[in-house]
């Protein structure tokens, strides 16, 4: 335990048990040697070459993949010079989607070189300087490089979504994928005045066991997985007309403790009678909209599902 003195003379804690304090040039190169040492991790994973890494967690469970930022995730980082390389790849993953391993593999032989200058006694302000021009003259070079593509050229686009999957295990069936990747991206998109914007919240990636990657479709709708209440309603609408209920299609409970006597069976067939005629006013109310497809949003009653099956409605509960 480091234990420092204040200007009072009073202990102060600084560091738990079993903290290491490194400091000047051996600080430099501990942090160095361990960002290479994840770079090196990843780096055999990286191209046309690459090969993929199979990962087993504490669990057992086992992933194989070539992607850096899932590689690096995966793997239990202990040290903060490392650590800062595996945000490196989370940052660009949820910022570009791709080039997780290009940019650690980057970041680590910047670092090597730095080493070197480390070495030679130049001042590590002035080597972040370097490389921060090094990076604006970078962006300059490239956007020279660089060829415009139009949104709407989708040939491109397609080749552009094909370039990122060769990579991955799905390269087989890039061009399939390439082709609904666009088509669903350019439904989506929405023109503004300076070009398109794309929310990917508007695409949804709904997963089903069973098929291979071929059976794969784009659906120009919504698409729920829920199963309909009730087997005597029809299985497929045309020309649909869907009334979205928030509200239960059954009694409610009192929001109080009620107790009712009824003392003979009268009483009680008029009890039942009367709770099946609300019921019936509900499904009524429904068909009456001319909805053929009912999507409610919280539960219904067996009784609303057999009045619902009876007018041919088809009803998903959410």
Do not use: W
């Amino acid at each position: 335990m480091s234990i420092q003195s204040s200007s009072g003379g009073i202990p102060v804690v600084i560091l738990k048990d079993g903290a290491q304090q490194t400091k000047g040039r051996d600080a430099q190169k501990n942090n160095i040697a361990a960002a290479k040492l994840i770079a090196e991790i990843v780096h055999s994973s990286l191209g046309p070459r690459g090969m993929d890494k199979m990962l087993v967690d504490s669990l057992g469970d086992v992933t194989i993949t070539n992607d850096g930022a899932t590689i690096l995730k995966e793997i239990d980082v202990q040290h903060p010079a490392a650590k800062m390389l595996v945000e490196i790849s989370k940052a660009t993953d949820n910022e570009v989607g791709d080039g997780t391993t290009s940019a650690v593999v980057l970041a680590g032989a910047l670092l090597e070189n730095a080493e070197t200058l480390v070495l030679q006694d130049v001042h590590p302000t002035i080597i972040v300087d370097g490389y921060r021009k090094a990076a604006i003259k970078a962006v300059e070079l490239l956007e020279k490089m660089a060829d415009k593509v139009s949104p709407t050229d989708k040939d491109v686009l397609e080749r552009i979504a094909r370039t990122s999957m060769q990579t991955k295990l799905v390269r087989k069936d890039s061009a399939n994928l390439a082709d609904m990747i666009v088509k669903s991206v350019l439904a989506v998109a929405e023109k503004k005045d300076d070009g398109y914007l794309v929310d990917i919240d508007d695409i949804k990636v709904e997963k089903k066991a069973g098929g291979s990657i071929k059976d794969c479709a784009i659906i120009k709708g919504i698409v729920l997985d829920k199963e309909i209440v009730h087997s005597g309603m029809p299985k497929k609408i045309d020309h649909a007309k869907i009334a979205l209920v928030n509200n239960a299609l059954e009694i409610d409970k009192t929001e109080f403790d009620a107790k009712i006597n009824i003392t003979n069976p009268q009483q009680m067939k008029s009890f039942l009678d009367e709770e099946q005629k609300m019921i019936k006013n509900m499904v009524d109310k429904v068909i009456a909209s001319g909805a053929n497809v009912l999507f409610c949003q919280k539960g219904i009653d067996d009784m609303a599902q057999h009045y619902l099956a009876k007018a041919g409605i088809l009803t998903v509960e959410e």
